[in-house]
């Protein structure tokens, strides 16, 4: 499973032939019962594929959007229906808050690897996730 957590919400897209799909918060936005094929599409080779999608321009923070987007999912026991072997968060690169550290924090996710390139950019998101991380640790 992959699950996208850009705002953009196009982590998905290649698995999906170019196609995009609806996001979590775009279905909570609607205001109508979501159902788990409102937010969970199939991909290529069988990989599920949801995105988490981003608040609204001036709303609110992208990290909190991924709060708000993870609930629906363990509501709806999405990863114990499905039981995928690895879920996968694809995290955007310009990460400026710890918001996006929220699926170990929630518990939805038991280890976390960064894949990033040498720049600079890349290094300050990896350090915020890992603050984002440690700080849950520590205050728990």
Known sequence: MQIGCDPKSDSTNNLRGGKSIPSVLDALRSGKRIEISDIVYEGFNGILCVEAGGPEPGVGCAGRGIIT???PLRQ????????????IYDVLGDVVCGGFSIPIREGVAEQVYTVASSDFMAIYAANNLFKGIRSYAVGS
Not at 76 to 87: R, W
């Open 76 to 87: 709806k026991n999405v990863f114990e229906e499905f039981k995928p072997d690895v879920v």
């Open 69 to 71: 987007a993870i609930e």
